[in-house]
């Protein structure tokens, strides 16, 4: 879920009444495929988006039915058309939209995930749709149920629809995966467009300098956290979460080489280093004769960002937050990486 629709949600202020719309499942090829919520309120207003362009259209026309008879509905979209000229969707897919009154009991459950805590971890929940009934019910993995289907379901690998959905109606799995935390190291003209970037795409951002006037709130006003010290011992007290990314771009090899060092015996989802191609090599030799395996230095993402042919600082930021973002869908190395993994 987005940090900025997980924040919408938890702080939410029921000054007016208001509709959760949740992509539930998919098949093929459809607008969204990372489970997205959307919030329709009273005033017609949208926080969120489930895709955007005539299926969200279509859904924010239905919330507003639930919203005037509080019946939640399970929305079916076939978005394989073929005619240019029908309303009917042309991406190839099917979605499944469950549209729901958005009560106070449904943001507190919301709010027990505590994403603002330092290192926030992910959850699994079930949504169960009585087509009976027609009620809505979430169990989370907190819940610890004893019943042994319920178990069987949260055991599954898969997200969306369940096969196996015992009772009326469906089941759906899905897990919530908290936003990573960009950590920048170094408060540089790179770093400092990095963080405004990161901060467009909806990440957090922590940012540590040894430069007192390099960390301020006037150049990183939308930082998460700003941290003044030296690398030395900002490295020391770093406990970054095992999801977060780590970017390091400090003002001198010397520091790069301590931080990577220490970086490369953390659990982290992510790890760049911004330098030349020779930068990173005679690095890379000098952590290898410290001891550094090859399968831990191809860890590295260095040189940092995707060859796009940057030039310009916000150039180089948005090939960086590119290789970023695609890591972070993909969980892989994307072919135009500037990085080389060696052996």
Excluded at 88 to 106: H, P, Q, Y
Excluded at 204 to 233: H, I, K, T, W
Aim: aromatic share 8%; proline share 5%; net charge negative.
């Amino acid at each position: 879920m987005e940090k900025h629709i997980y924040r919408t949600l938890t702080a939410f202020d029921f000054s007016q009444t208001a509709v959760l719309c949740s992509l539930v499942d998919f098949k093929g090829s459809v607008p969204r495929k990372d489970f997205p919520h959307m919030l329709v309120l009273a005033d017609r207003m949208t926080r969120g988006t489930v895709g955007g362009g005539n299926l969200e259209h279509r859904v924010t026309k239905q919330a507003r039915n639930v919203m005037e008879t509080g019946e939640p509905q399970l929305l079916h979209f076939d978005l394989t058309g073929e005619d240019p000229t029908d309303e009917a969707g042309l991406c190839g897919g099917t979605a499944t939209i469950l549209v729901e009154s958005f009560t106070r009991e449904l943001q507190q459950q919301f709010q027990k995930l505590n994403w603002e805590q330092v290192q926030p971890t992910a959850h699994q929940v079930l949504v169960h749709f009585n087509t009976n009934a027609g009620t809505v019910k979430r169990i989370w993995d907190w819940e610890k149920p004893v019943d042994n289907s319920i178990r069987t379901m949260f055991e599954c690998d898969s997200q969306g629809k369940l096969a196996v959905s015992p009772g009326n109606g469906y089941w759906y799995r899905h897990v919530m995966t908290p936003p990573p935390v960009i950590h920048i190291f170094g408060a540089g003209h790179v770093g400092e467009r990095v963080a405004a970037l990161a901060t467009f795409l909806d990440l957090d951002v922590m940012v540590y300098d040894d430069r007192a006037e390099m960390v301020s709130e006037e150049r990183f006003p939308s930082a998460a956290g700003l941290q003044v010290d030296s690398f030395r011992n900002l490295m020391e007290n770093f406990s970054p979460g095992a999801g977060d990314y780590v970017l390091v771009m400090t003002k001198g090899h010397r520091y790069d080489h301590l931080l990577i060092r220490r970086l490369l015996t953390l659990e982290i989802a992510y790890l760049g280093l911004m330098a030349s191609k020779r930068k990173w090599a005679l690095l890379r030799k000098s952590l290898a004769d410290e001891g550094f395996l090859p399968d831990q230095l191809n860890r590295v993402h260095a040189p940092l960002g995707l060859d796009i042919g940057s030039e310009t600082v916000p150039e180089i930021a948005v090939s960086i937050l590119s290789e970023v973002i695609h890591h972070l869908r993909l969980g892989k190395r994307s072919p135009i990486a500037l990085m080389q993994t060696e052996q």
